[in-house]
């Protein structure tokens, strides 16, 4: 069964504290693995698509990276602002699944 | 600026009533999706549609309609057979399958 599982639930850093969020998978046949950040009532907000192992992408503080079973999105210095929380899917066959996100807080 | 709207932002259904969530998209994209969010679960596909005039069901159609007869329109009918409609509903959109998917900000339905 294609699955998509993300970890920390919930995770706090104190400002300026780097981490790195998981996100590991069981599909057949990987399409696409996409990053998103989602705030408070608002819909997710695409950051980056990962299409093979080995691939990485960055944006200001964000890095995500990709291998054969999960993807990491590093987080550099965090500000608040970059509290949200942060959802990962991957495109296999004719669908998209979703984990269930991690909840970021990033205290000053 | 091109983007999702979704409408309205919070929508109320009495018992035994169907509502139309509305979503228009002007990026000229192919794919559109209807996904439901509940707390603590991952976004779950309703339906979903590659081309105008096609679509596909996805985990949860039960209780829930479609139409796609334009390029930039995919309203969502929630109809009375859906027992547990209480939800966040976000509708998204792809250049084409397996692309990325941009979502609009979401419509927040109850039940009175």
């Known amino acids: 069964e294609d699955q998509v599982t993300q970890s920390p639930e919930a995770l706090r850093l104190q400002e300026g504290e780097s981490s790195s969020l998981n996100c590991s998978y069981t599909?057949?046949?990987?399409?696409?693995l996409f990053w998103y950040r989602q705030d408070p009532g608002k819909g997710p907000e695409f950051l980056f698509t990962l299409y093979s192992a080995g691939e990485e992408k960055e944006k200001e503080r964000l890095k995500a990276t990709l291998t054969k079973k999960e993807s990491f999105l590093h987080i550099t210095a965090p500000k608040p602002e970059d509290s949200a929380t942060y959802l990962c899917a991957v495109a296999t066959g004719n669908q998209f699944y979703f984990g269930t996100g991690t909840s970021l807080t990033v205290i000053p | 600026d091109g983007g999702i709207t979704q409408s309205p932002k919070y929508l109320f259904r009495k018992e035994g009533q169907n509502v139309t969530l509305s979503c228009e998209q002007n990026?000229?994209?192919?794919?559109m999706y209807w996904y439901r969010q509940d707390p603590g679960q991952g976004l779950r596909l309703i339906y979903y549609s590659q081309i105008v005039n096609d679509f596909q069901k996805g985990d949860i159609a039960e209780g829930y309609s479609v139409s796609r007869e334009k390029k930039e329109s995919f309203p969502l009918t929630v109809t009375s057979a859906q027992k547990n409609p209480t939800a966040f509903y976000l509708c998204?959109?792809?250049?084409?399958?397996?692309?990325?998917?941009?979502f609009g900000d979401g419509t927040r339905l109850s039940i009175l």
């Open positions: 998204a959109s792809s250049i084409r399958e397996h692309q990325p998917q941009h």
């Open positions: 599909v057949s046949g990987l399409r696409g």
């Open positions: 990026l000229n994209h192919d794919a």
